[in-house]
């Protein structure tokens, strides 16, 4: 079953954006551009995550937001905050008035979609999507298996979950620093050059056979994944995590 996400956001062209990418990442998608039907709406119908823009028509966010925390039905309803509003001390109005995240104005679409997922997957595991496909590659979750038109290549358990941590968000750059924090975490202690290391072999493992690398090497800033629909041996390839 999709995840179902209401995003209640005023600007049309940002909407219809939004709209696109999280229908294109698996998502079933409602739309509302005031603040006082998005409140009737949910008190209709609970939808599993909300992405709440702070400046609306009629009620506003950060409004809707204190009332649905206040509510029995939308108490635990995952919560993006949306805004053009960055300072500090609207971040901690956001938090206090119950958002779970808060994402400024101009933002990435691939690091909403990745931060969207995270959150559901932190408080609605079932919801979030077993498969991910990026280009000609697909990683099944349940598994713990990658698929790639056609012959078999094995993962440990780092590169598994570095490819994993790219495919969630493809065509975004990230420094060594966010892979090592996305994929090793903060509290884990890493040389940066791990990451490098990593990187090799996840390539080396990605390529056999294949014309195409799907990880691209940003000088200067770090890596991106971005894989097309590469050309290598006839069939699928099952790429497994050792």
């Given at each position: 079953?999709?995840?179902r996400?209401?995003?209640?956001?005023?600007?049309?062209s940002?909407m219809?954006?939004?709209?696109?990418n999280?229908?294109?990442s698996?998502?079933?998608v409602e739309?509302?551009?005031d603040?006082d039907?998005a409140?009737?709406?949910?008190?209709?119908?609970?939808?599993?995550?909300?992405?709440?823009?702070?400046m609306?028509?009629?009620l506003s966010?950060?409004?809707?937001?204190r009332?649905?925390r206040?509510?029995?039905a939308t108490k635990?309803?995952?919560?993006v905050?949306?805004?053009?509003?960055?300072?500090?001390l609207?971040?901690?109005?956001?938090f206090e008035?119950?958002?779970?995240d808060?994402v400024v104005k101009?933002f990435?679409?691939?690091?909403?979609?990745?931060?969207?997922?995270?959150?559901?997957?932190r408080?609605?595991?079932?919801l979030?999507a077993d498969?991910?496909?990026?280009g000609?590659i697909?990683?099944?979750?349940?598994?713990?298996?990658?698929?790639?038109q056609g012959?078999?290549?094995?993962?440990?358990?780092?590169?598994?979950r570095?490819l994993?941590f790219?495919?969630?968000?493809?065509?975004?750059?990230?420094?060594?620093?966010?892979?090592l924090?996305?994929?090793?975490g903060d509290d884990v202690?890493v040389d940066e050059?791990t990451?490098?290391?990593?990187?090799?072999r996840?390539?080396k493992?990605?390529?056999?056979?294949?014309r195409?690398?799907?990880?691209r090497?940003?000088?200067?800033?770090?890596?991106?994944?971005?894989?097309?629909?590469?050309?290598?041996?006839?069939?699928?390839?099952?790429?497994?995590?050792?």
């Open positions: 079953m999709s995840p996400i209401l995003i209640v956001e005023d600007e049309d940002l219809e954006l939004l709209r696109y999280f229908e294109k698996g998502y079933a739309v509302i551009a603040g039907q409140d009737a709406r949910l008190k209709e119908v609970v939808p599993d995550v909300l992405l709440l823009d702070w609306l028509p009629g966010g950060i409004e809707l937001c009332r649905l206040q509510s029995l635990n309803l995952p919560i905050m949306l805004t053009a509003r960055g300072d500090e609207d971040r901690v109005r956001g008035m119950g958002a779970d808060y101009p990435s679409v691939h690091e909403l979609l990745a931060r969207v997922a995270a959150l559901l997957r408080m609605n595991p079932r979030v498969m991910l496909k990026v000609d697909e990683l099944n979750r349940s598994a713990m298996s990658v698929l790639r012959e078999t290549v094995h993962l440990g358990p780092t590169d598994y570095l994993e790219f495919m969630q968000a493809p065509g975004r750059v990230f420094t060594r620093g966010q892979l924090d996305g994929v090793w202690y050059r990451v490098d290391v990593h990187i090799g996840l390539r493992a990605l390529l056999q056979g294949w195409t690398d799907p990880i090497t940003v000088r200067g800033a770090g890596y991106s994944f971005e894989a097309q629909c590469g050309e290598g041996p006839g069939g699928k390839v099952s790429v497994t995590m050792l």
